[in-house]
């Protein structure tokens, strides 16, 4: 039995005898040297996800004592505790195959331990989605904040960051432009310190996603992991804290439909990452409320791109917070936002925007009368290819290529990619279409970034630097590239991606939204008839639950018990 107490008496199994259970609670508690003072404030729990493994949030321990030093401040009790942490280079085969894991351990421990409030710490490309999902279903009062991005460095007094630049030179190293040893030394620079990839990638656009949504402190999405600002801006949330404690305003009331179209809304208008779209779509799906693809592509359309970050355009984050961060950017897109949408601070969108005060000249954010792109960073692809939709990010796209029509060359999976894509026997030309199948939900499985299918190494060489790619995968948002992604449904489920063969005609035009394999349905049919799709399974563990429950792309990849139950709105246009 549990009763809903305040601060440690929340939560309380008991048998029968609720005194004897807080009786013993306390005294395990107080084993930490805790006064009875300290233990009657309101509890606010931090998520530590501090690992060595993961340098995007290197700056974990300074945090947390920012975060604990606002918390008493404020009058709150500080409990921090760890949850799994999950960083993009070091969680084989995929960091998206542990996403869901880490919001199931953040659900399951906000749910079971006493807390009035809860402080999620969230910065590489899949904490911050991870926790923000657990926290939808747990229902606490929740605060996000941000580790912040890293510093850029410097090579032979170029400026770089990761990870546009990491691409940019690994694929002049491929092409033979540089040698060995400055690839070596570029390496030392592209991660200047600890703190998240510096250009808007998926961890940035998680950030500005994050405060778009109502759920960090105003200007939480910008100060770099090494600053001051980072730090003000965690004892600011731990303060905050301690307010959503008291006030009980919970996550569903600012998690609201207005709130995920602004930050849809957010999203286009940074050339955000790809892969916020599916992380926005999970999070919502865990509070009933749908993500429309077809509203999402009309609001691109009304939608310029406004930031002037790479891959996109030319800075790196440490530039955008120099300009004003997400309160410069809100306020040029004020007369497109929901303003009333409420935030954690227990004001509203629009009053944010105004207690930020004006702008001044700066030249990251653009005003919408001079975009970067004149249309939102994604398009919606529709087409026999992708039934169930699929998406490019066409500010990142080569113009050319937008309006396409080539030969497919197709890679049946990710190991047949590896085996064939650099033989100097293979039959490629500059303007065919590689296709690369079985990397969705299911079929690598967790969906790895690996849509950004490499160039062929002897057309890298001749000097080609884009070709149009297709798969069903995902891809790096700091990537950048002709490159169609999440065609839905997937191969490995039987998706007519499935039945492409080298040699088949595929157009592309991103005008028309189409997505298109010119062969007739009866030949399509009669192929998947003659070679069935086997779904992949496997023998136990989490990868069995993964592969019995995960969703297609168009519903985040959540895990289909993990969504909620009923629809309670949409967006955009809920
Ligand atoms: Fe962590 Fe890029 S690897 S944000």
């Known amino acids: 039995m549990s009763n809903d107490r305040k601060g440690l008496k929340k939560g309380l199994t008991h048998y029968g005898d609720a005194g004897f259970s807080l009786f013993l609670r306390k005294a395990f508690i107080k084993g930490a040297g805790y006064t009875d003072d300290a233990l009657d404030r309101p509890v606010v729990a931090i998520t530590d996800t501090g690992s060595a493994y993961n340098p995007c949030h290197g700056n974990m321990p300074q945090l947390l004592e920012a975060v604990e030093r606002g918390v008493m401040l404020a009058?709150?009790?500080?409990?921090?505790?760890?949850?799994i942490s999950v960083h993009e280079s070091f969680s084989a085969p995929t960091s998206m195959l542990m996403r869901n894991l880490m919001s199931m351990d953040t659900e399951e421990m906000l749910r079971a331990q006493p807390m009035d409030a809860v402080?999620?710490?969230?910065?590489?490309?899949?904490t911050v989605p991870a926790q923000l999902m657990g926290a939808a279903s747990a229902g606490v009062p929740a605060?996000?904040?941000?580790?912040?991005?890293?510093?850029?460095?410097?090579?032979r007094g170029e400026r770089v960051g990761a990870c546009t630049d990491c691409r940019r030179y690994w694929g002049r190293f491929r092409a033979e432009e540089i040698d060995a040893?400055?690839?070596a030394a570029v390496n030392h620079q592209l991660v200047a310190s600890v703190g998240t990839c510096s250009v808007m990638g998926t961890a940035s656009t998680m950030a500005c996603a994050a405060e778009a949504l109502g759920m960090t402190v105003p200007g939480g999405a910008s100060p770099p992991a090494v600053t001051a600002d980072r730090m003000r801006i965690a004892e600011q949330t731990g303060a905050q804290a301690v307010a959503l404690a008291r006030s009980g305003l919970t996550i569903d009331r600012i998690l609201t439909p207005a709130a995920f179209e602004n930050a849809l809304r957010v999203l286009l208008a940074i050339g955000g990452s790809t892969n916020g779209l599916i992380h926005l779509t999970a999070i919502a799906g865990r509070l009933g409320i749908d993500i429309d693809l077809d509203a999402l592509d009309r609001l691109g359309r009304e939608t310029p791109v406004l930031l002037d970050l790479k891959p996109s355009g030319q800075h790196y984050m440490e530039d955008f917070h120099a300009a004003g961060g997400m309160a410069t950017l809100l306020r040029e897109l004020r007369p497109l936002l929901h303003l009333d949408a409420l935030t954690v601070s227990g004001r509203t969108l629009g009053e944010e925007i105004d207690r930020a005060g004006p702008g001044f000249a700066q030249d990251v954010v653009r005003p919408r009368t001079d975009p970067i792109y004149p249309q939102g960073g994604l398009a919606v692809l529709r087409g026999n290819l992708a039934p169930g939709g699929a998406i490019i990010k066409q500010s990142a796209a080569d113009t050319a290529l937008m309006e396409h029509e080539g030969r497919a060359v197709v890679f049946e999976d990710a190991e047949d990619?590896?085996?064939?894509?650099?033989?100097?026997?293979?039959?490629?030309?500059?303007?065919?279409?590689?296709?690369?199948?079985r990397i969705g939900p299911k079929g690598?499985?967790?969906?790895?970034?690996?849509?950004?299918?490499?160039?062929?190494?002897?057309?890298?060489?001749?000097?080609?630097?884009?070709?149009l790619r297709i798969s069903d995968g995902r891809m790096s948002g700091t990537a950048f590239g002709t490159i169609v992604l999440h065609v839905t449904p997937e191969a490995a489920v039987g998706g007519p991606l499935a039945q492409v063969r080298t040699g088949d005609r595929i157009r592309l035009s991103v005008r028309e939204r189409?997505?298109?394999?010119?062969?007739?349905?009866?030949?399509?049919?009669?192929?998947?008839?003659?070679?069935?799709?086997?779904?992949?399974?496997?023998?136990?563990?989490?990868?069995k639950l993964f592969l019995q429950s995960v969703t297609q792309a168009d519903q985040g990849l959540d895990f289909d018990f993990l969504r909620a139950t009923t629809t309670v709105g949409k967006a955009p246009g809920g």
Do not use: N
């Not at 605060?143 to 090579?155: E, N, V």
């Not at 009669?526 to 136990?540: F, G, N």
């Open 119 to 126: 402080v999620l710490i969230g910065g590489c490309d899949k």
């Open 181 to 183: 040893e400055e690839i």
């Open 514 to 543: 189409c997505l298109s394999l010119l062969v007739t349905d009866e030949e399509l049919a009669r192929r998947a008839q003659e070679h069935p799709v086997v779904a992949p399974v496997a023998e136990r563990g989490y990868r």
């Open 75 to 83: 009058g709150g009790l500080p409990m921090r505790f760890p949850t």
């Open 417 to 437: 990619l590896a085996a064939r894509i650099d033989r100097d026997d293979l039959d490629v030309r500059a303007d065919d279409v590689l296709v690369l199948k």
């Open 143 to 155: 605060i996000q904040l941000i580790t912040g991005s890293m510093l850029t460095g410097s090579h």
């Open 444 to 467: 690598a499985p967790g969906m790895p970034e690996a849509g950004y299918i490499p160039i062929p190494k002897k057309l890298a060489r001749a000097g080609v630097k884009d070709m």
